[in-house]
């Protein structure tokens, strides 16, 4: 039987880096950490950091149409414009922003090219 949430991860070359990253752009705080695995929270969200030990990050799957695939994270957001540019001060790369009908959307690439979203939602 399923009982709930267990974890989400991304893969990271550099954990402090990466620590410094969500911190810095996202505002999230380490709530665990050894030089394997790190949690980072904000809200009622654990975020897993997997450290590859300084090797390559495993490439984002993409099906037979070359687009990606697998899970997104995404954040909600009450500003996207302030956290966009927390995101790029902090080495992020926006990747696109687009109004949708259920509201406006940012995706980005963390610093070892992890694929995120915030969500602004329509009132």
């Given at each position: 039987?399923?009982?709930?949430?267990?974890?989400?991860?991304?893969?990271v070359k550099?954990?402090?880096?990466?620590?410094?990253f969500?911190?810095?752009?996202?505002?999230?705080?380490?709530t665990?950490g050894?030089?394997?695995?790190?949690?980072?929270?904000v809200?009622?969200?654990?975020?897993?950091l997997h450290?590859?030990?300084?090797?390559?990050?495993?490439?984002t799957?993409?099906?037979?149409?070359?687009?990606e695939?697998?899970?997104?994270?995404?954040?909600?957001?009450?500003n996207?414009?302030?956290?966009?540019k927390?995101?790029?001060?902090?080495?992020?790369?926006?990747?696109?922003?687009?109004?949708?009908?259920?509201?406006?959307?940012?995706?980005?690439?963390?610093l070892?090219?992890?694929?995120?979203?915030?969500?602004?939602?329509?009132?």
């Amino acid at each position: 039987m399923i009982k709930g949430y267990r974890d989400f991860y991304y893969n990271v070359k550099d954990m402090n880096r990466a620590i410094q990253f969500y911190q810095n752009a996202l505002g999230m705080k380490k709530t665990y950490g050894d030089e394997y695995w790190t949690n980072m929270t904000v809200g009622n969200l654990t975020l897993g950091l997997h450290g590859t030990e300084g090797g390559d990050v495993p490439p984002t799957p993409r099906d037979s149409h070359g687009q990606e695939c697998g899970g997104t994270l995404t954040f909600q957001s009450d500003n996207i414009a302030d956290d966009r540019k927390k995101i790029e001060t902090a080495g992020g790369k926006i990747l696109g922003e687009a109004d949708q009908p259920w509201g406006h959307m940012l995706v980005f690439e963390d610093l070892d090219g992890n694929v995120l979203k915030l969500m602004n939602p329509k009132s």
